[in-house]
């Protein structure tokens, strides 16, 4: 099954968790890939490595999302030697949680500029290279919808701008035929939220299906929204969350 025959996609934070197995499922569909990372270069070595050994085209760059310049530079740079962006996936993000008290103005910069802002740069950069029918996929939280314990209004509220800025583009870009959508994953068993840390049997209490997700879950539901038969899906939002939210 080759769904993204010719199509490149760019992935920012691909070096681990969520990313890393979207970058690997997506060229597994016969795209050719780009991704992210800020510190982790031997991991994004070893996904491009992966996705070349099984025949495939990958490419690590360093940006920071909390660089401006990094990024436009980076999705310049993919466009240069791919050729285009047909799929923007706006995956890397930060898990910073804290009572109220505690959260500080240079926490919430911090957070705003790689869960948020980030998204809004790389987007209007990605959007220089992309042809019609492209698609923009972010990945948001089923925090951004509901929350069930004290400590998430910083994390939460990044997330949940994800979803007002989603239906805008959705509206902004129909007419290139460009789908926007947001994807809402739950528990992920990832250096974020490993499935066997302090926290995760409280977590795994929450859900219908008692099971923590895996990266592939969601890379999964991206594969099928970046693909053909998504084509008129826009503005739309996605949970994958074992019905922690149900
Ligand atoms: N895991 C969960 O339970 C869960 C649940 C809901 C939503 N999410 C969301 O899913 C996304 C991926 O999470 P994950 O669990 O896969 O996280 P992860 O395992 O911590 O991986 C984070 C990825 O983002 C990159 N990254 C972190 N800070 C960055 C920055 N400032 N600039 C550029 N890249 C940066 C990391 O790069 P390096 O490797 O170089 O550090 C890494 O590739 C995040 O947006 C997260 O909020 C996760």
Do not use: C
């Not at 934070?13 to 997506?26: D, E, M, P």
């Not at 992210?36 to 760059?61: F, H, M, P, W």
């Not at 299906?209 to 739309?236: F, N």
Request: cysteine-free.
């Amino acid at each position: 099954m080759q769904n993204l025959s010719g199509k490149v996609v760019f992935v920012t934070g691909g070096s681990r968790g969520i990313g890393a197995a979207i970058a690997k499922r997506l060229a597994a569909e016969g795209a050719q890939v780009a991704i992210t990372y800020v510190n982790a270069v031997q991991k994004a070595d070893e996904v491009v490595s992966a996705i070349e050994a099984n025949g495939g085209r990958a490419i690590a760059l360093q940006a920071d999302n909390q660089d401006e310049a990094a990024i436009s530079a980076a999705v310049d740079e993919a466009a240069r030697v791919l050729g285009k962006i047909d799929i923007l996936v706006n995956n890397a993000g930060v898990f910073d949680v804290a009572p109220i008290n505690d959260l500080t103005i240079d926490k919430f910069d911090r957070t705003m500029d790689i869960n948020v802002r980030a998204v809004f740069v790389a987007v209007k950069s990605a959007l220089l290279h992309m042809p019609e029918g492209g698609r923009i996929i972010t990945i948001g939280s089923n925090l951004a919808k509901h929350v069930p314990w004290p400590g998430f209004s910083l994390y939460s509220m990044s997330k949940s701008a994800l979803i007002g800025m989603t239906l805008g583009l959705a509206r902004d870009l129909g007419d290139r035929s460009i789908t926007a959508n947001i994807i809402h994953p739950g528990p992920t068993n990832t250096d974020m939220n490993p499935a066997d840390g302090q926290m995760s049997d409280a977590q795994r209490g929450l859900m219908a299906i008692p099971h923590y997700s895996q990266p592939e879950d969601t890379a999964g539901l991206i594969a099928w929204l970046a693909g053909p038969e998504a084509r008129v899906v826009t503005g739309a939002e996605f949970t994958v969350d074992s019905g922690v939210n149900a």
